[in-house]
């Protein structure tokens, strides 16, 4: 498939993978190779998707059998800086996971090497284009709202313990800040880019955080926190995270896998208010109501229902995949990132003082009083 953009993909644990299998899906494509450290994973990885496996990406650039224009980076957190340089540095576009470094100096450094280079740097900060978060944008950019005042969002999901009950805590990565994880900057940075999106830019955060409920929970990290925000437009934002209402779904001991997004208590709800109307988007029930405001008749009139059942359910708000080919097709056609890598690095400087408040907040017993956001560049 000479014809097609030649693209590779480094990491290949379980979200790689899954990258690399809907990759290879697509016609438009042509994944040359997969890049893994471990041996043993590699050879699987290549074994059940018939893409040749490499050990780092000299090897890769010296032996496929086409030179990838676009290097999707899917490794752990920890990587991401030196990973995402070396790839900009040898000439190729670069689809990053997020996060964006694991610290500000190492988004700052990300940032620098892409502007340097001649090369395209998308982050991969998805929520943005999933088909419901897409659609609040276009129904935004329609002035179904009229002008923002307030925008809500509660993420509720179980807990983050998916590991066998006697591992070390500094294993489970997911709870472990210093490899990539915590409840705010692993998935919770997400829905602070989401706010961004539709609110415009953050002044001021106040984060509020209860007594631990679950106490195999880590020292610092809360299972449940709410984060008060005043955007620059002087629109408000509140933003609710829960761990600790509704049973996990993603733990392989004991097993436990149903459809999270129809397990009791797991929730994803977006709610956008202006001037003009109202959206309530209900992403794990797969809806949007709609309604208008009737000022001269004192009067709220709901306008209508949008379903979303008939997509994928990830497809909804997570479609990684779908991001990806969109870049590379833009890499393909000389268009540019979907994104700026500036606007994810203002997302990162968010997400990190949003913890700074947190832990503030813990410190506290209750609350971190409010911090100012200035994005550095």
Not at 46 to 57: H, I, N, Q, R, Y
């Amino acid at each position: 498939m000479t014809d097609s953009y030649p693209i590779a993909v480094w990491g290949v644990g379980p979200a790689g993978f899954n990258y690399l299998k809907a990759l290879c899906a697509e016609w438009r494509l042509d994944v040359v190779g997969l890049i893994n450290r471990n041996p043993e994973r590699r050879r699987a990885a290549s074994e059940k998707t018939g893409v040749p496996g490499f050990a780092d990406l000299d090897e890769l650039l010296a032996q496929a059998k086409r030179r990838p224009q676009l290097i999707v980076i899917a490794t752990a957190n920890p990587t991401h800086k030196d990973f995402t340089i070396q790839a900009l540095q040898a000439g190729c576009h670069v689809f990053l996971d997020k996060p964006m470094g694991q610290d500000l100096d190492e988004a700052r450094s990300i940032l620098a090497a892409a502007e340097a280079s001649d090369r395209y740097l998308q982050v991969g900060f998805e929520y943005r284009y999933g088909s419901m978060t897409g659609r609040l944008k276009e129904l935004q950019q329609d002035d179904a709202f009229g002008e923002l005042t307030c925008i809500d969002i509660l993420d509720s999901r179980g807990h983050w313990w998916p590991d066998a009950p006697n591992t070390p805590v500094k294993d489970v990565w997911r709870l472990n800040p210093a490899i990539g994880g915590g409840p705010l900057l692993h998935c919770g940075i997400h829905e602070l880019d989401l706010m961004r999106y539709y609110a415009g830019e953050v002044e001021r955060v106040q984060a509020f955080v209860p007594p631990t409920s679950l106490n195999f929970y880590p020292q610092g990290i809360p299972d449940h926190l709410t984060l008060e925000l005043r955007f620059a437009s002087g629109a408000s934002g509140s933003f609710r995270l829960y761990h600790n209402i509704a049973a996990t779904w993603y733990r392989p001991i004991p097993p436990h896998t149903p459809v999270y997004h129809r397990v009791p208590g797991h929730s994803l709800d977006i709610t956008i208010t202006g001037t003009k109307g109202s959206a309530i988007a209900e992403i794990y029930a797969e809806a949007i109501h709609l309604n208008r405001f009737d000022h001269d008749n004192r009067e709220t009139v709901y306008l209508r229902s949008e379903s979303f059942c008939h997509h994928s359910h990830n497809s909804t708000h997570h479609n990684t995949p779908g991001m990806i080919i969109e870049f590379a097709l833009r890499c393909r056609d000389g268009l540019g990132p979907i994104d700026h890598a500036r606007d994810a690095y203002r997302t990162t400087v968010l997400g990190h003082v949003c913890e700074q408040a947190v832990q503030a907040a813990i410190a506290d017993g209750w609350t971190s009083g409010p911090l100012k956001v200035t994005s550095g560049v």
